[in-house]
C-alpha cells in the first residue's frame, strides 16, 4: 500500500533522495516512518514525520545527515540522505501508521508497509 523510489548505487559522500508515495490511500496525520534493513538483522529505525506537521524524529546516527520531509498535496514522504557511509548499505522501507502522537521509533508499531528500495553506497 506505500510505494518506495529512489534508491540507487552511489560513493561514500553521494546523496540520494528517497520517496513514499501513498496510492489510494490519504495519510494525511498519519505518522510516516523510514527504516531500513540488512539481511539478519531487524528493521532499523531512519527518522520518521507526522504528515502534515513538522513534528520529526531521527536515529542519532543520522541526525544531521538525513532529512524527512513531506508534501501533503502528493501524499508524499521524502528522505534526503546526505554524506553517505557505506554502513547506510540497505534496504530502505517507509511505514505508515495513523493515531500516533509523536513519531515511533518502533517498527512494530506501523500498521502499513512498503516493499523497499535498495541503497548501495560504495566506498
Known amino acids: 500500500q506505500l510505494r518506495e523510489s529512489g534508491g540507487g548505487v552511489v560513493p561514500a559522500g553521494g546523496s540520494l533522495r528517497l520517496s513514499c508515495s501513498a496510492p489510494g490511500r490519504m495519510i494525511f496525520s498519519y505518522t510516516v516512518g523510514w527504516f531500513r534493513q540488512v539481511p539478519g538483522k531487524e528493521p532499523e529505525f531512519v527518522a520518521a514525520?507526522?504528515?502534515?506537521?513538522?513534528?520529526?524524529n531521527y536515529a542519532d546516527s543520522e541526525r544531521g545527515r538525513f532529512t524527512v520531509a513531506t508534501d501533503s498535496a502528493k501524499n508524499t514522504v521524502y528522505l534526503q540522505m546526505n554524506s553517505l557511509k557505506p554502513d547506510d548499505t540497505a534496504v530502505y522501507s517507509c511505514a505508515a501508521t495513523p493515531g500516533q502522537l509523536y513519531p515511533n521509533t518502533d517498527s512494530k508499531a506501523y500498521l502499513y508497509w512498503g516493499h523497499g528500495t535498495q541503497v548501495t553506497v560504495s566506498s
Open positions: 514525520i507526522i504528515m502534515g506537521t513538522q513534528n520529526t
